[in-house]
């Protein structure tokens, strides 16, 4: 009786541990993916900042409100530095880390993204708004 009752807690923790792995991995597909849908939501707004930029300084031109174009320009290049150093420092694979290291570090690149897709849509809107 006690070598059933053994084998059966070893075939429980057995299938807890292989849970408990399963939702780790889950996790970490679901944060990873959440991270790339806001990178590719904001991405292609990339071009908007460029084009804005060019605007903008034709428009320094033409008044003389020079200061608030500058501004403008400026918050729309710190929002591209912003995502081109996400970019570079975004690491997918994530070699050598721990699930729960990867699961932190998604949840943190989750966040930055975050900031700077904020950063780019203020920026464009902002110098949308000028320009109208």
Not at 104 to 114: D, F, G, P, T, W
Request: glycine share 0%; charged share 35%; proline share 2%.
């Amino acid at each position: 009786m006690k070598l059933i009752l053994v084998k059966f807690s070893l075939i429980l923790l057995s299938a807890f541990f292989i849970v408990a792995c399963g939702s780790k991995e889950a996790d970490i597909e679901k944060l990873k993916s959440e991270t790339i849908a806001i990178h590719d939501e904001v991405m292609p707004k990339m071009d908007d900042i460029m084009k804005l930029k060019k605007s903008l300084r034709n428009e320094m031109d033409s008044t003389q409100s020079n200061e608030e174009i500058q501004r403008l320009i400026i918050s729309l290049e710190e929002a591209d530095k912003a995502m081109m150093n996400w970019m570079r420092n975004y690491d997918p694979r994530m070699e050598n880390l721990t699930e729960e290291e990867k699961i932190e570090y998604l949840n943190e690149q989750k966040l930055s993204i975050s900031e700077v897709s904020k950063k780019m849509n203020k920026s464009i809107s902002e110098a949308e708004e000028y320009l109208k």
